[in-house]
């Protein structure tokens, strides 16, 4: 699998890097936040938030919408799912990381096939927006065994607990948590847990790539 860097053309129909802010203080705040095998989310990272920096998120990058700065790391070389949010995602990384990435428009049929794909690699200390029209998921190692620390901004409750809902279409079947449609493999833990198999093809693997 050929892997882009999100400066090269390719890139453009999935997101944009953002240039203009002082990093310094949310990458130092960010390397402190735990990173083990496997991989581990969290929504809202309090010593993120106290940052100015999330003020800029706030009002520069979202338009005044209540945001939360949250972070994923671990290490990962696997696809596993899909997911994509009614918004951007901000990310930044504090080393070199790889996302892979699909477009919305490519989900027919209700399944996306894998070969679809595509993998941008971004690095260390670029702050990049994923559109909301694109499918994405946990970040990948850039190098084997890497552990990766990535800051993840979204609308404040995004990917919190699922909401109530009559279910009226396809759609909300996907809805997984708060804002967060999923499609998944068959092979992936998300697939045992009872998630939409939403996903053919072959269980993306890029660790013979890297």
Partial sequence: MKIY?????EFAPYGKILPGYDLREVLQTLEACPAGSGVEYVPSEPTLE???FAAYARDNLYGGMAVQLGWCNGTNTRLNCLEYHRDSEVNLGTEDFILLLAKAEEIVGG????AKVKAFRVPKGVLVEVYGTTLHYAPCSAKPGEKFRVMVVLPKGTNCELPHLEKRSFEDGLLWARNKWLLAHKDSAEAAQGAYIGLVGENIDIEDCL
């Fill in 50 to 52: 106290a940052l100015p």
């Fill in 5 to 9: 860097s999100i400066y090269e053309p």
């Fill in 111 to 114: 399944v996306v096939d894998t």
